[in-house]
């Protein structure tokens, strides 16, 4: 981002007084919009802006067998398409180094990265008969507009779309033997709802100088020195947590910073789930 020295010192001198260049704290987030239901041939989609951060993210549901390692849960995967459109940095390999290190991020954050361990989603719940039927959930982020703060973007868009998904109610055949792959029957009518109450958001902390504030604009973040991204759920869990930037940080800073994520989490959960209900009682009336 070609900023001139000035402008430089201006964002950086206006963190450091608690005044951002336009207006925020460092620990107040830009207004959140929330549409649901907006891609109509998905199980469920959200579309969510922060500020000139426009994205959308879509949930498809899919019967598949379960994995060996894990007979007994469902699988999730988490993919982002950063759109040419959206940034002139995202065309060819800009885009698609960034579409991977937010995919990555967002298994990190709401999966709990490889381990499973801390995950946000309960994918035991996506087990229909062990060993042998499960659901897969496919879950796509589109960036339509990019200025900062992508990742906790696309998390609460992924929480929105999964409080909009329905997934089809199965039925398993009762005569089928152990050995033979059972028979199901996907109900077109009766539904599931996802259960979204431990999905955690996603707090990205951007230092820039000596301080660090919460959803950077795309000028401020060009700024940083580092960033962590920490997910927490309602319950104030930890549930993941991912760092970029070359800049080191102090194992005390990091704790500071999780303890600030968990009070910011409470205001933007709050914020969010009124958004999610107000989209989702707009959609019931059209």
Same mark, same amino acid.
């Given at each position: 981002m070609g900023l001139s020295l000035g402008e430089k010192n201006f964002i950086k001198g206006g963190i450091a007084q608690d005044i951002r260049t336009d207006g925020r704290k460092r620990l107040t987030y830009r207004p959140v919009s929330v549409e649901t239901g907006v891609i109509p041939q998905a199980s469920g989609s959200a579309r969510v802006k922060m500020g000139a951060t426009d994205v959308i993210?879509?949930?498809?549901? #899919? !019967?598949?067998k379960p994995n060996a390692s894990h007979p007994d849960k469902g699988r999730v995967s988490i993919y982002v398409d950063c759109s040419p459109t959206a940034e002139p940095t995202f065309e060819g390999r800009g885009g698609e180094e960034l579409s991977i290190e937010l995919s990555t991020a967002l298994q990190r954050c709401l999966l709990g990265g490889k381990s499973g361990a801390g995950a946000g989603i309960d !994918?035991?719940? !996506?087990? +229909?008969? #062990?060993?042998?039927?499960?659901?897969?959930?496919? +879950?796509?982020?589109?960036?339509?507009?990019?200025?900062?703060?992508?990742?906790?973007?696309?998390g609460a868009a992924i929480k929105a779309a999964l409080s909009n998904t329905a997934i089809p109610k199965v039925e398993v055949a009762a005569n089928a033997s152990s050995d033979e792959q059972p028979e199901v029957d996907v109900s077109d009518e009766e539904f599931l709802q996802f259960d979204t109450t431990g999905i955690p958001v996603i707090i990205t902390l951007t230092k820039v100088g000596r301080h660090y504030i919460v959803d950077a604009t795309a000028e401020e973040e060009s700024q940083m020195s580092s960033a962590v991204s920490i997910s927490v759920n309602r319950q104030g869990r930890i549930c993941g947590l991912t760092k970029r930037g070359g800049?080191?940080?102090?194992?005390? +800073?990091?704790?500071?910073? +999780?303890?600030?994520?968990?009070?910011?989490? #409470?205001?933007?959960i709050d914020k969010l789930d009124s958004e999610i209900a107000a989209a989702e009682a707009c959609d019931e009336e059209l």
């Open positions: 993210a879509s949930v498809k549901a #899919e !019967l598949g !994918l035991s719940s !996506l087990s +229909i008969v #062990e060993g042998k039927v499960c659901w897969d959930i496919y +879950i796509d982020g589109l960036v339509v507009s990019s200025d900062g703060n992508l990742l906790d973007a696309l800049a080191g940080l102090d194992p005390s +800073i990091i704790l500071d910073m +999780i303890s600030v994520a968990k009070h910011v989490s #409470e205001q933007l």
